[in-house]
């Protein structure tokens, strides 16, 4: 039988089985089978039909995209927040290929790329979907832009990049698997599992070729969750939702918007200019990014351009990210701002710094 083929039976015989206790890890191993077959399909078809990737500088401190289904004002935005002329008009399907921007924020510099609109299907290839979205699988920040009279639109984005590997505001499942020779699968858990048995967990983990290791969980993790892992190629994208045209209603109309986006969004008028501070601000706040602040040991700190690192960062991110090579000889830090006690405190490279504090990296 060939994989589609194979694909197709597996998925209709997850369709008939019912799900309760009993079936649960005759379904999980199912999922587990059907999730690599169709790896294995998208392996051997990739190249074809998805066309070329878009070819994409990576410029700035960070990457936003732009995802969203035609004429929804993508273009409009990305005028609207940067420097960019991308082309606009009333018909679908008007931008053709990546328009890159710069959006100028905080003393960072986020670039903002306006992508094609994507149709339901673009996951598995129509109007060249694939390509639009994997532009997002290595973006720091996806925005997901509404028209304000299709809010449901919404499950579509969610849809189709999920099917692309893309899990949008999730973590990385807290899951460690390691292949050994012999001994079998051992599974350790550090939390209690209400979702997934221990043979379920091992049959997933055979599923994918792997009959000796050990298995460590410490979430109570789905079967999908662990397929994720298993597969390894999953990226884990933040998302902010943007309702767009709000011009065109009133206070009530976005009432019952919000009862279908179901979760917190941005609304902005891009043709009017209404609200774009805002999302701009919500996009700093959803980078999660800090600024720091150098000082050389005998002059006075750079407010003008900070460093710009994810919120966590250590000093020694910070000294890898002023360059590769000066994090060799670095030594210590005096760093004055909220994350010590006192102004100028000794740290160690392994000191986390927050926001706003002035560092000095000694040598
Ligand atoms: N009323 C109103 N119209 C808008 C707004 N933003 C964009 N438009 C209009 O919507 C239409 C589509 O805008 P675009 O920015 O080209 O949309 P797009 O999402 O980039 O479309 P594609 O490139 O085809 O995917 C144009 O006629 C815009 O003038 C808005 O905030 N309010
Ligand atoms: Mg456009």
Not at 14 to 32: C, D, F, P, S, V
Not at 185 to 205: E, F, M, N, R, Y
Not at 231 to 247: A, E, F, I, M, Q
Request: charged share 25%; hydrophobic share 40%; net charge positive.
């Amino acid at each position: 039988m060939v994989l589609p083929e194979k694909i197709k039976q597996i998925a209709e015989e997850m369709k008939m089985a019912k799900i309760n206790k009993k079936t649960e890890h005759h379904i999980g191993l199912l999922k587990a089978k059907l999730a690599k077959l169709r790896e294995e399909l998208e392996a051997s078809t990739s190249g074809k039909g998805g066309g070329q990737a878009f070819e994409i500088r990576k410029g700035g401190d960070a990457t936003v995209v732009l995802i969203g289904l035609p004429s929804v004002g993508k273009s409009t935005i990305l005028n609207r927040l940067t420097n960019a002329k991308s082309k606009v008009a009333a018909y679908a399907f008007t931008t053709l290929t990546v328009v890159p921007g710069i959006l100028r924020l905080n003393g960072a510099d986020i670039q903002i790329l306006d992508l094609p609109g994507i149709i339901s299907g673009a996951a598995s290839g129509r109007g060249r979907g694939r390509r639009v979205l994997s532009v997002a699988r290595n973006a720091d920040l996806v925005l997901l832009i509404l028209d304000v009279f299709q809010p449901g639109q919404i499950q579509l984005l969610r849809r189709e990049l999920h099917e692309m590997g893309i899990r949008i505001d999730q973590k990385p499942p807290d899951v460690v698997i390691t292949k050994s020779n012999r001994g079998g699968l051992a599974l350790t858990t550090s939390v209690k599992l209400t979702k997934l048995t221990p043979a379920t967990i091992k049959g997933i983990v055979e599923a994918y070729g792997i009959s000796n290791g050990a298995i460590i969980v410490r979430e109570d993790i789905t079967d999908e969750q662990l397929i994720d892992v298993l597969t390894g190629n999953r990226r884990y994208v933040p998302s902010l939702v943007v309702l767009n045209k709000v011009d065109l209603v009133n206070q009530q109309y976005l009432a019952v918007a919000k009862r279908t986006i179901g979760t917190d969004f941005v609304p902005v008028s891009a043709e009017k200019g209404l609200n774009l501070d805002l999302l701009a601000e919500r996009i700093w706040e959803t980078l999660d990014f800090i600024r720091i602040y150098l000082k050389r040991p005998d002059g006075d700190a750079d407010f003008e351009k900070p460093l710009i690192l994810p919120a966590g960062s250590t000093l020694r991110d910070v000294c890898k990210k002023i360059s590769p090579r000066y994090v060799e000889g670095a030594k210590y830090a005096f760093v004055s701002g909220a994350s010590v006690k006192f102004e100028g405190q000794r740290v160690s490279l392994d000191h986390r710094p927050v926001d706003k504090d002035v560092v000095t990296i000694m040598r």
